[in-house]
């Protein structure tokens, strides 16, 4: 969160374990494991083993390109003079939402499972989807507080 005089931001990143370079070690050496079982198992005559690894494969593959290709969502509120610029990344997609900051209406979440509601001009939009409960009834007071205050 930074705050200068006329612009507050909020950034919120999906929580990924692995950065893209262990992810593809990772993968490799599962896929260097699996393989190498396979071919044991392929020596002593078994090859059914290779079937059911290259299937394990796939399905590992389809679940690492899964977790890749949204391990660099995020989305990003930005209130500035005039705007209120909302940003979601997802899967490498960018939407960007722009409300007025003096007609936006904020719906607080009334269950820890519920995201933020900001509407206005008869666009509605969810926002604090990788943020935690108590991290979001804290943006949504702080985004009310500013609006109201009327510097924006």
């Not at 950065?19 to 050496?29: G, I, Y």
């Not at 079937?51 to 899964?66: I, R, Y």
């Not at 722009?98 to 607080?108: H, L, N, Y």
Request: aromatic share 8%; glycine share 6%.
């Amino acid at each position: 969160m930074r705050r200068d005089l006329d612009r507050r931001e909020w950034l919120w990143r999906r929580n990924c374990s692995l950065t893209p370079r262990q992810t593809v070690a990772a993968w490799a050496m599962l896929c260097v494991l699996s393989l190498a079982v396979a071919a044991v198992f392929l020596l002593h005559g078994v090859w059914q083993v290779l079937c059911f690894t290259g299937v394990e494969l796939a399905a590992v593959t389809a679940a690492f390109l899964c977790y890749a290709r949204h391990a660099s969502d995020y989305e990003q509120v930005v209130l500035t003079s005039g705007c209120l610029v909302v940003e979601q990344a997802n899967a490498g997609k960018i939407a960007q939402t722009r409300f007025v900051p003096s007609r936006t209406r904020i719906g607080m979440p009334e269950h820890a499972g519920e995201l933020i509601t900001l509407e206005s001009g008869g666009v509605t939009l969810e926002v604090g989807r990788y943020a935690l409960a108590p991290q979001r009834t804290a943006f949504a007071s702080e985004l009310r507080m500013e609006l109201l205050a009327g510097r924006f």
